[in-house]
């Protein structure tokens, strides 16, 4: 079974389309989070839920807007894509927001904007 | 303020080579604690180590072995007799406790390119 999922894993859309991309994870975590990875490889952390509370909240665009319905999901909504938006976004959780905890990663989205 | 310096942005090394990946961080917390990831092409990316800032004793797993020197504020990664499989994007990872939220601070990356 996989520990943490997002559907989809591809994504090809044009600009100012609003889409959205799911992320669940079964491990039982409390804390969930979304990264950007750009093209050059760079990962950069964009939220964190902990029992569906917002914790961490980057300077993102608020085209960008994640809701976590439970503690197992944590879904990222975009509105008004733009060709910046083109990336692979990673979900992933932990046991507790602390610095010690590792972090699952999910597969990724890759979402391409045309 | 927290950072991460991964200075080799690539590195090709031959089958059955030692290579060392380096890691430098930056950082005014005592406590903190400092990860390695891996990310083959595949694209996921894997939990390979967590090393806390109190225990400075190297880790050896395999053919991977890992030293942690506070003196230079390095964390560095060495594979002995490397493989075509650990070809991947390697990241260098560094969390704190006083910053009252707890996150990743990833480095750039090293990617490793082991050649048959």
């Known amino acids: 079974d996989t520990a943490v999922s997002q559907t989809p894993k591809y994504l090809v859309t044009q600009m100012g389309n609003d889409k959205s991309i799911k992320c669940e994870q079964n491990?039982?975590?409390?804390?969930m989070y979304w990264y950007k990875q750009d093209s050059k490889k760079f990962l950069k952390i964009m939220f964190s839920?902990?029992?569906?509370?917002?914790?961490i909240n980057e300077t993102v665009p608020n085209r960008f807007s994640p809701k976590s319905p439970d503690k197992a999901h944590l879904n990222l909504h975009i509105n008004s894509l733009e060709l910046g938006d083109s990336a692979v976004y990673f979900c992933?959780?932990?046991?507790?927001?602390?610095?010690?905890?590792?972090?699952?990663f999910g597969p990724g989205t890759r979402l391409t904007v045309l | 303020a927290q950072k991460v310096t991964q200075a080799q942005t690539e590195i090709s090394v031959v089958e059955k080579e030692d290579v060392t990946l380096d890691c430098v961080y930056e950082t005014r917390d005592t406590t903190y604690y400092l990860f390695w990831y891996k990310q083959p092409p595949s694209g996921e990316l894997v939990f390979l180590i967590r090393r806390n800032s109190f225990d400075e004793q190297n880790e050896i797993s395999g053919r991977y072995s890992w030293n942690f020197q506070k003196s230079t504020s390095s964390f560095n990664f060495t594979i002995t007799a490397s493989q075509v499989v650990d070809s991947a994007v390697y990241f260098c990872?560094?969390?704190?406790?006083?910053?009252?939220?707890?996150?990743?601070?990833f480095g750039t990356g090293t990617r490793l390119k082991v050649l048959a």
């Open positions: 839920y902990n029992n569906k509370e917002l914790i």
């Open positions: 992933a959780s932990s046991q507790g927001g602390g610095a010690r905890n590792e972090q699952f």
């Open positions: 491990l039982g975590h409390d804390t």
């Open positions: 990872a560094l969390t704190g406790t006083t910053s009252g939220t707890y996150k990743y601070i």
